[in-house]
């Protein structure tokens, strides 16, 4: 059984780009994460979707933003990109039920110049 | 709201000798506790969970924790450590016990001397 797929797995983007991160949930997951990671905020919760629908929302600005297609598969979209938006982002996938555990993907790590 | 805490944020143990990582939460409402490790430059494995169960959690690995209630603790033990256990372990509290809005701890360093 396939894992979380995180696409790309680097990325390099100049201040003020945006920027579109893939990931592809484990089959039969309807439920994707998204985490920001940095060594001064330690792990963060952005955002969950849950069958096409944002069920649930971290402290982030509006400037991130995702979305999920029919098939479970999510993007997660950086507008106006600044220096501290530099992470490695994380994916997780899981049932969406309580009680469930939730399945990470290896992340995109991506950097802002 | 819900938050955690982890004691240490490097821990250093001998080959063979007991590992405990430390882990504190704070949750209004009955808690979904994790333990994730995180190896370089990869994503989070889950070690075990607790979803209100049995209180002693068995892992993966060799590894469990203990649910206390009274003392808001969820501390990751594993009685000989092994040098591939070396990573960043971190602890999660989560109300609805998935992958929806999982709260962090800073994570803690573990180091395996030889």
């Known amino acids: 059984k396939a894992g979380v797929t995180q696409t790309p797995r680097y990325l390099i983007k100049t201040r003020g780009q945006q920027v579109t991160l893939s990931c592809s949930p484990i089959?039969?997951?309807?439920?994707v994460s998204w985490y920001q990671q940095t060594p001064g905020q330690g792990l963060q919760f952005l955002f969950e979707?849950?069958?096409?629908?944002?069920?649930n929302k971290g402290n982030f600005p509006g400037r991130f933003s995702g979305r999920q297609f029919s098939n479970s598969r999510s993007e997660m979209n950086v507008s106006t990109l600044e220096l501290g938006d530099s992470a490695l982002y994380l994916c997780?996938?899981?049932?969406?039920?309580?009680?469930?555990?939730?399945?990470f993907g290896q992340g995109t790590r991506l950097t802002v110049v | 709201a819900q938050s955690v805490t982890q004691l240490g944020s490097h821990v250093s143990v001998s080959e063979g000798a007991l590992v405990l990582l430390r882990c504190n939460y704070s949750?209004?409402?009955?808690?979904?506790l994790f333990w994730y490790v995180q190896y370089p430059n990869q994503g989070l494995q889950l070690l075990l969970k607790y979803t209100s169960a049995a209180t002693l959690v068995k892992g993966i690995n060799g590894f469990e924790a203990e649910f206390k209630k009274s003392e808001t603790s969820f501390h990751l033990t594993k009685p000989s450590a092994h040098m591939s256990d070396a990573a960043e372990y971190f602890c999660a509290v989560s109300v609805g016990g998935g992958a929806d809005g999982l709260t962090f701890g800073k994570g803690t360093h573990l180091i395996i001397q030889p």
């Open positions: 979707y849950f069958s096409e629908t944002q069920r």
């Open positions: 997780a996938s899981s049932l969406g039920a309580p009680r469930t555990e939730a399945f």
């Open positions: 089959s039969g997951h309807r439920s």
């Open positions: 949750s209004s409402v009955p808690p979904y």
